[in-house]
Nanobody, 125 residues
Framework: QVQLVESGGGLVQAGDSLRLSCAAS????????MGWFRHAPGKERESVAG????????YYADSVKTRFTISRDNAGKTVYLQMDRLKPEDTAIYYC??????????????????WGQGTQVTVSS
């Protein structure tokens, strides 16, 4: 098990940038694939990005592919989501997720079983 705590959300204007952080506690962070999800009011939860346990592979939702970057610091037990050129439609609660894996690859179909409490991102037009 790993415990996750997100931070870095806030209220910004369209075109601004934010960097979300997800701090993990527990053992063997480098054995977990990590992902970011978001949930906007009235919409289903959406997978935003994911990164393999060693950082070698990543994936992104089409809607964020050229604007968001996921990265991780295994020594610091933290995963990041750099969000640039934010749009009002990016407004949502953003959640960090983790799943134990023995693979150095990741993909959007991966199932996660550890979740953070979320951080609110609001983008005004």
């Amino acid at each position: 098990q790993v415990q996750l705590v997100e931070s870095g959300g806030g209220l910004v204007q369209a075109g601004d940038s934010l960097r979300l952080s997800c701090a993990a506690s527990g053992r063997s962070f480098s054995s977990y694939a990590m992902g970011w999800f978001r949930h906007a009011p009235g919409k289903e939860r959406e997978s935003v990005a994911g990164i393999s346990r060693n950082g070698a592979t990543t994936y992104y939702a089409d809607s964020v592919k050229t604007r968001f970057t996921i990265s991780r610091d295994n020594a610091g037990k933290t995963v990041y989501l750099q969000m640039d050129r934010l749009k009002p439609e990016d407004t949502a609660i953003y959640y960090c997720a983790a799943t134990y894996t023995t693979s150095d690859y990741t993909n959007p179909a991966l199932k996660y079983d550890n979740w953070g409490q979320g951080t609110q991102v609001t983008v005004s037009s």
